[in-house]
C-alpha cells in the first residue's frame, strides 16, 4: 500500500496528520481536514481503519498535554451515550446509505452550533438545556455513531462541552479523555469489520511523528486565544465540518 502512494497523496497524508493534532489541541471543527484528506487518498470506509490508530496516538498526546485539566463530571456523563451511539454505528456500517446520514448528520450539527452561536450573544436563552439529561443523551448518541461511521465526532463534542460553559483548557482535557477511551473501544470494532490491517497500521506509524507537531502548534495558539474568540473560532470551524458533511462546500 505504501509503494502505491503518490507523491501528492504523500502531502495530504502529512497535512491531514498535523491536522489530528492541531484537532486534539482544542480546534475539533478542524477533524474534518484530516477525514476529507484520508478518504481522498483511500476512500470514505477504508480511511476509518487508517485514522482510527493515529487518532489513538493523538489522544495519548492530547492527554499528556492537557490531561491534568479534565472535568471527570462531564466524561461519566457522555461516555454511556456515546459508547452505545458506537454501538449503534457499528450495526449501521453495512446497513448506511453514507451520503444520506452525512446530510441528516451535518444538519443537526449545524442546527446546534446556530443555536450555542446565539446562546453566545444572549447567554438567558435556552440557558437551562445544556444540564438536561436528555441533552447529553442525544449529544452522547449522535457523536458516538459519528465517531463509529466517520471519525468525525469532535464538533458534537465540542458542541456539548461549549454549552455547558467549560473554560478552554478544561473543555480540551475532558475532550482528551473522553476520545481516548471511545476510540479505544472502537479498535476492536474496526478491526472485526475488516478495517484495520498491517497495512493501514504501517501507514498509521509512518505518519505518526507528524501528530505531535501539529499538536504543539495547536497548543500555541490556543494559549494566545482569548477564550470568547476562541469559542466563536470553535463555533466557526464546527459550522465548516458540518457544512462539508452536507455537501455544501
Same mark, same amino acid.
Given at each position: ?7 501528492? &497523496? ?16 482544542? #480546534? ?5 481536514? &484530516? ?12 480511511? %476509518? ?24 463530571? &462531564?466524561? @461519566? ?23 444520506? #446520514? ?19 450573544? @444572549?447567554?438567558?436563552? #435556552?440557558?437551562?438545556?445544556? &444540564? ?13 455513531? %459519528? %465517531? ?31 476520545? =481516548?477511551? +471511545?476510540?479505544?473501544?472502537? +479498535?476492536?470494532?474496526? #478491526?472485526? +469489520? ?18 505531535? +507537531? ?28 458540518? =457544512? ?6
Amino acid at each position: 500500500m505504501l509503494t502505491s502512494i503518490t507523491p501528492d &497523496h504523500w502531502a495530504c497524508l502529512i497535512i491531514g496528520a498535523m491536522g489530528i493534532g492541531v484537532s486534539k489541541s482544542g #480546534f475539533p471543527g478542524i477533524s474534518m481536514l &484530516h477525514v476529507v484528506l484520508y478518504a481522498f487518498v483511500f476512500g470514505a470506509l477504508e480511511s %476509518t481503519g487508517v485514522l482510527l490508530p493515529m487518532l489513538v496516538v493523538g489522544d495519548v498526546c492530547a492527554i499528556r498535554f492537557f490531561g491534568r485539566e479534565a472535568n471527570w463530571k &462531564h466524561v @461519566r456523563r457522555l461516555l454511556p451515550p456515546t459508547v452505545a451511539g458506537i454501538l449503534i454505528g457499528w450495526l449501521m456500517m453495512d446497513r448506511l446509505d453514507a451520503g444520506q #446520514f452525512k446530510l441528516i448528520v451535518g444538519g443537526i450539527i449545524l442546527a446546534l452550533t446556530g443555536v450555542q452561536l446565539t446562546r453566545t450573544f @444572549r447567554p438567558g436563552w #435556552f440557558d437551562s438545556v445544556p &444540564h438536561q439529561t436528555w441533552f447529553a443523551v442525544v449529544l452522547g448518541l449522535l457523536a458516538g455513531v %459519528t %465517531t463509529m461511521l466517520a471519525n468525525a465526532a469532535g464538533p458534537v463534542v465540542a458542541l456539548y462541552l461549549l454549552a455547558v460553559a467549560l473554560p478552554k483548557w478544561e473543555l480540551i482535557g475532558t475532550s482528551a479523555w473522553l476520545f =481516548l477511551v +471511545l476510540n479505544i473501544l472502537k +479498535l476492536p470494532l474496526s #478491526f472485526q +469489520l475488516g478495517l484495520i490491517s498491517w497495512n493501514t497500521l504501517l501507514i498509521g506509524a509512518v505518519m505518526a511523528p507528524a501528530i505531535p +507537531l501539529g499538536m504543539l502548534g495547536g497548543r500555541w495558539l490556543v494559549g494566545r486565544v482569548p477564550q470568547k474568540w476562541f469559542n466563536l473560532i470553535l463555533l466557526g470551524f464546527t459550522a465548516i465540518a458540518s =457544512l462539508r458533511l452536507i455537501g455544501w462546500i
